[in-house]
């Protein structure tokens, strides 16, 4: 029974612990569907929106980019222009602390050492739902709850790796991915 509880745990682990891989391309908004156009010109943003088409483990996305009173923002939309997720990036300190510190004992129990790089809160649902939490990011929408998409530099056993981590609204695990280092025919210094 023991050997079968070890299996299991080690088996879901595995499944847990995956890893990603995105390539990004800057594309003109000729190449962006209508619909996810149309979202963004909702929006209003004052500054420049930067297009880019994304392949990742999970398919293709389209993804728009944009700062908007000092935040970075990054909404994913999928091929046919239908709303996916807005990420809108802070710092790690502006995150409720209760949510901190169950992060951060997260982070102690799987890494000897880690550095958070880059904290995103995650909001996906309905295209309103999303479009309101976006732009009143101090208020928690019933429909939208918060994700919490965390990127660290941690250490396990001897080496580095960058992991993006995703949280749900109490901080507690959904989501690791190991990040995969992309082969270049270019020589890197």
């Known amino acids: 029974m023991l050997r079968l509880c070890v299996l299991f745990f080690l088996v879901s682990f595995a499944a847990f ?18 619909k996810a156009i149309d979202f963004i010109e909702k929006c209003n943003f004052t500054k420049k929106i930067k297009w880019y088409k994304e392949e990742s483990q999970l398919g293709k996305t389209f ?8 935040h970075k923002y990054s909404i994913e939309f999928d091929t046919a222009g239908t709303i996916i997720d807005a990420e809108v990036t802070i710092k790690f300190a502006k995150l409720p ?6 992060i951060k004992k997260t982070l102690a129990t799987v890494f000897k050492k880690f550095k ?10 309905s295209e309103s739902g999303i479009y ?8 928690i929408h019933e429909k939208e709850l918060p994700k919490y998409e965390i990127v660290i530099k941690g250490k396990k056993a001897k080496t580095y790796a960058r992991y993006e981590f995703l ?13 995969v280092s992309e082969n270049s025919d270019n020589l890197e210094f």
């Open 17 to 34: 612990s995956q890893f990603k891989f995105e390539k990004e391309d800057r594309v003109s908004s000729g190449e962006v569907p209508k």
């Open 167 to 179: 949280f749900n609204e109490k901080g507690a695990v959904l989501k690791e991915l190991k990040f």
């Open 97 to 102: 602390s209760e949510i901190q510190l169950n």
């Open 132 to 139: 309101k939490a976006m732009f009143d990011l101090k208020t």
């Open 63 to 70: 993804e728009a980019k944009t700062c908007f009173k000092k």
């Open 116 to 125: 958070i790089e880059k904290t995103q809160i995650q909001y996906s649902g």
